[in-house]
């Protein structure tokens, strides 16, 4: 695989994770459900909790590759911006 589709299929994940994260983070977020007048009984939280922390984990890693994958372009942009004029 080149390093163009390993980038894609990486943003891929983030954007995947990040969503589970956010949304689960919404739902668990305290008076949340009540605020929108959703029942919390019905809720699996045990399950919401685990998919949270799961998806918070996966995009730590995804995010760590991210930016190892783009170290180049990093420092360049970087020593651009910093440079003596």
């Known amino acids: ?27 668990k977020y305290p008076g949340f459900l009540q605020a929108i007048g959703i029942s919390r009984q019905p809720m ?3 399950e919401i909790s685990n998919l949270h922390d799961k998806a918070g984990v996966a995009l730590v890693i995804f995010v760590a590759l991210h930016l190892i994958l783009n170290f180049n372009w ?8 910093f440079r003596k004029k």
């Open 1 to 27: 695989m080149n390093k163009l589709k390993l980038k894609y299929f990486l943003d891929i994940g983030m954007l995947v994770s990040f969503l589970a994260v956010g949304i689960t983070g919404i739902i």
């Open 74 to 81: 990093l420092v360049c942009t970087t020593r651009t911006f």
């Open 44 to 46: 699996p939280f045990a």
